[in-house]
């Protein structure tokens, strides 16, 4: 799996970059740290930018040892509880404080390429003239959040782009996060439990086909802002360059700045893109 192009932009220059990634040769990873609702738990300047930067440097780390990518995952996030557990400040008293986010996990088999996946990030599959293959079910989560901010927004009176730590938007926010590791809806964690929840496709796939893994800030270029589908934007990334979409990206939202346009509960995300080609 060659790595083609990489992208990995913070949301705000002043503020820790909350997404990380990973790869190797057969293998590659991107997680989305979720914004933190609150104070830190854990050393270091952001609880969400460490469980990325941890789980992709063990999520690797395990790959390279051998193991598959259950196997690997699951590995990863006992990992993460054990060092969660030595290294937090307290124990957390609600779901909100505990570190998580969303994650997309490619590991390239014979003929095939398997995907794990937590939460909004996706990837993008292009062989020969098909269509893209969309992995993942970030388009339809993005919508879904575009329409809570413009909801949360109108009833507080506020721009939707006002930021997560507004007061006004805590109480709803912290509320969702909670019922993150219930039911359905389980994220990368400190719960080595999670790792049976995680979501998981397998593509069969030849060489030559090139696999583009995002979180949801790069992703918004096609699933909130409309610049682009799945097909044209695998189609730029590959053309243009994961740098000039970042540009793109930015431009954008620096001109809906208030969320008018494009509801969101912040100006900018971290956007993150790793650009593959299997060998």
């Not at 996990?105 to 939460?119: D, K, T, Y």
């Not at 397998?202 to 893994?213: F, M, N, Q, T």
Request: proline share 5%; aromatic share 6%; charged share 25%.
């Amino acid at each position: 799996m060659k790595l083609l192009d990489s992208l990995s932009l913070p949301g705000d220059p002043a503020k820790p970059n909350e997404d990380a990634f990973g790869h190797e040769t057969s293998a590659a990873v991107v997680i989305d740290g979720a914004t933190p609702l609150g104070s830190s738990l854990m050393p270091g300047p952001s609880d969400a930018a460490w469980i990325a930067q941890f789980g992709a440097r063990r999520l690797m780390a395990h790959l390279r040892d051998g193991d598959g990518g259950r196997k690997a995952l699951r590995a990863t996030l006992a990992d993460t509880q054990k060092s969660f557990e030595a290294l937090r400040r307290h124990e957390p008293e609600e779901m909100w404080q505990t570190p998580c986010g969303s994650m997309m996990l490619a590991v390239a088999g014979e003929s095939s390429v398997e995907f794990l996946w937590f939460g909004d990030c996706a990837a993008l599959v292009k062989q020969g003239d098909a269509a893209v293959t969309v992995i993942g079910e970030s388009f339809d989560k993005r919508a879904d959040e575009a329409a809570r901010a413009r909801e949360v927004g109108k009833e507080k009176n506020l721009s939707p782009a006002s930021g997560l730590n507004r007061p006004e938007f805590l109480v709803p926010l912290r509320a969702a996060r909670n019922r993150v590791n219930s039911g359905k809806y389980w994220l990368f964690s400190p719960d080595v439990k999670a790792a049976a929840q995680a979501s998981r496709r397998v593509v069969k796939a030849a060489p030559g086909s090139v696999i583009l893994l995002a979180s949801d800030g790069l992703l918004a270029l096609a699933s909130d802002y409309g610049a682009y589908n799945a097909d044209t934007l695998m189609a730029a990334a590959i053309d243009k360059g994961l740098a000039a979409l970042g540009a793109e990206l930015r431009a954008i939202e620096a001109d809906d700045a208030g969320g008018d346009k494009f509801p969101r509960f912040k100006k900018s995300d971290d956007a993150t893109g790793l650009l593959l080609r299997l060998l």
